[in-house]
């Protein structure tokens, strides 16, 4: 039976009407297919990408399954992030709008207890939260599971790459005699997670919605090998020689991302993160700016990338190859799209990556061609020929008889046409304007110590890089990550392993990074002053350069800069008012594109 209409489900008036307000006329085929078996009582896996419908698939089943007049828990939704559950239990809450007395709410780590066990007293029926978080609550016996109707594990393959498996194992035991449905929703479906379906539903049927066919055949596929040091310059001299303004960069730790946009903002590229710990407002930010081509690079973990929906990115690089074969299907899928030519470059280091992109290669059945990264005279080529394209451009569409006789006049004074159009050059930032290091050897020699990751684990060496156990750590001779573990991160996203976090350190309450930042965008936010800048377009300024020139000047992260409004003459710019001081002394005298900067705060 394919179902094709909403109607076709027999829903409740309550929720019809909300689908209606939604405006979801048709459901989606996950939907299509999980609502009839769900609302049968069936237990359920179900695979589908990212972006098909997942929260209402199981959303509208639960709500319909929900007792409005028993005032206890009766559906608990897991997923991997603070982010996630507030997500989805805004979606579960427009479904429910016309369905009276269900109420659902969401708990996660960072928020007082309070608020949440005087939620669940009050009379919710529907609780979506962290698993952490939630198995704190039944710890503490505020949170009881014994009229649990139904269960679900939404983003499954994330949460047990964040570590969550025995947090999961333990809600779904303490949970098995009560007579529920157990649901799992996963983008991938790594073993680990067919192992779960095994031991805790009950006869699940499996619904797999599997996207058109990858189109490997018009995605470039390349791999770098590079020094771990060096994989920021690598991202940068790649982005710089092939010119690409709207690519997503995947690193497998939020730390990672927050650096490296960092540290590709400080060489003037135009960069901002996406991670889980960020607030809806913020990703919407960053996600307007990224759709809008006002940010070049989009740096992002796998499960931020999640939420989003953009496709047809000109390149995917992965700054760290990420953790099992699908997850690089799903994140180069996301460029080569319709038709279009697409790039997936991987950076590299050391064996263990050449065997990740072999088991890849196996995966997708594709070769993914070793790469060299672009010399520094290359880029410069590069460079030199678009600026000259530009001039060519410029020279053909404006009237120079002023400025000629201008230069005229400098020949008189004995500086030649010749010597002053290379003063000028060499003054205009356009050409030159990302930092791209000399002379590195940014490939790993063959007498470095780094390159034979010689089998310090033994027996572990072999293991399948989907399982492997100490991916994502600082094995490679006890560098490079294990600054992460040193600094006491909880950011690292741990692959399947047993490692689960120590309670108390679970991924939700890591990193508030978020929070602090201001949604600069909005010139009425109180925190953030607007400042003038008195050139323009005229003189052919571009968002990039002036997050270029505040970032790199005042060394504020490029991601505080807000809303950037250049007009012909002068420029507008929002940034938080804490940077407003460090900004103007440090871009007064200074140059953007050549031209001598005035900065003020505006009127
Ligand atoms: P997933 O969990 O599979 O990534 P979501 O449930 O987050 O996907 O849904 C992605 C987006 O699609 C959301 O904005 C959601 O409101 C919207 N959506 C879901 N189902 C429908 C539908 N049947 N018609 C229109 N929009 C829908
Ligand atoms: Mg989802």
Same mark, same amino acid.
């Given at each position: 039976m394919s179902i094709t209409t909403f109607a076709e489900l027999s829903l409740s008036e309550g929720i019809n009407k909300a689908l209606e307000e939604m405006g979801f006329t048709t459901p989606s085929p996950i939907q299509a297919q999980a609502i009839p078996v769900l609302l049968e009582g069936r237990d359920v896996v179900g695979q589908a990408q990212t972006g098909t419908g997942k929260t209402a698939a199981f959303g509208i089943p639960l709500i319909e399954i929900i007792d409005p007049e028993m005032k206890k828990v009766q559906g608990i939704i897991l997923c991997p992030t603070r982010e996630l559950a507030e997500q989805v239990m805004g979606e579960i809450k427009k479904l429910s709008k016309y369905t009276k007395d269900v109420r659902v709410v969401a708990i996660y780590g960072g928020q007082s207890y309070d608020r949440q066990i005087k939620a669940i007293r009050d009379g919710v029926q529907i609780v979506v939260g962290t698993p952490g978080r939630v198995i704190d609550h039944i710890d503490r016996g505020t949170l009881k599971l014994e009229n649990i109707k139904m269960l679900v594990l939404d983003e499954a393959d994330e949460m047990l790459n964040m570590g969550f498996r025995d947090d999961i194992e333990t809600i779904l035991s303490e949970t098995a005699e009560a007579d529920r449905q157990t649901v799992l929703f996963s983008a991938t479906m790594p073993k680990p997670i067919q192992d779960i379906a095994r031991k805790f539903q009950k006869d699940p049927v499996v619904i797999k919605v599997t996207r058109e066919e990858?189109?490997?055949?018009?995605?470039?596929?390349?791999?770098?090998?590079?020094? &771990?040091?060096?994989?920021?310059?690598?991202?940068?001299?790649?982005?710089?020689? !092939?010119?690409?303004? !709207?690519?997503?960069?995947?690193? !497998?730790?939020?730390?990672?991302? &927050? !650096?490296?946009?960092d540290e590709l903002n400080a060489k003037g590229v135009l960069a901002e993160g996406l991670h889980g710990d960020m607030q809806q407002a913020q990703r919407n930010n960053v996600m307007g700016k990224f759709k809008e081509k006002r940010v070049q690079v989009l740096v992002a973990t796998d499960v931020a990338a999640r939420g989003i929906d953009v496709d047809n990115l000109e390149a995917v690089i992965n700054f760290d190859l990420p953790m099992d074969e699908e997850s690089y299907v799903h994140r180069i899928g996301r460029t080569g799209r319709a038709g279009k030519l697409g790039s997936a470059f991987n950076l590299v280091t050391g064996r263990k990556d050449q065997r990740k992109i072999q088991d890849i290669e196996r995966f997708t059945k594709a070769t993914i061609e070793k790469g060299t990264i672009p010399t520094l005279s290359e880029i410069k080529d590069i460079r030199r020929k678009k600026f000259q394209g530009y001039m060519q451009e410029y020279v053909a569409t404006n009237n120079l008889d002023e400025a000629i006789a201008s230069v005229m006049e400098f020949g008189e004074n004995g500086i030649s046409a010749e010597t002053l159009a290379a003063a000028l050059l060499n003054m205009h930032q356009a050409w030159k304007h990302v930092d791209v290091s000399d002379n590195i050897e940014l490939r790993q020699g063959s007498g470095d110590r780094r390159e034979g990751g010689r089998s310090e684990r033994g027996g572990e060496r072999e293991s399948r890089f989907g399982r492997d156990r100490d991916s994502g750590r600082g094995d490679r001779n006890g560098r490079s990550s294990d600054r992460f573990e040193r600094s006491g991160s909880r950011e690292r996203t741990s692959s399947f392993s047993n490692d689960r976090p120590e309670r108390g350190d679970r991924p939700e309450r890591g990193g508030d990074r978020g929070d602090r930042r201001a949604p600069s965008d909005r010139p009425t936010d109180p925190n953030t002053v607007r400042l003038f800048i008195n050139l323009g377009r005229e003189q052919n300024v571009r968002p990039g350069d002036i997050v270029g020139a505040i970032a790199g000047e005042a060394r504020i992260p490029g991601r505080d800069i807000g809303q950037i409004d250049i007009y012909d003459k002068f420029t507008f710019v929002n940034v938080p008012n804490e940077h407003v001081d460090p900004i103007i002394r440090s871009m007064k005298n200074n140059t953007i594109k050549g031209h001598k900067v005035n900065i003020e705060v505006a009127k």
């Open positions: 990858l189109t490997i055949s018009t995605i470039t596929q390349k791999y770098f090998e590079v020094r &771990d040091e060096y994989r920021t310059e690598a991202i940068t001299r790649l982005i710089t020689a !092939n010119a690409f303004a !709207n690519v997503i960069v995947f690193c !497998n730790t939020k730390m990672k991302v &927050d !650096n490296l946009v």
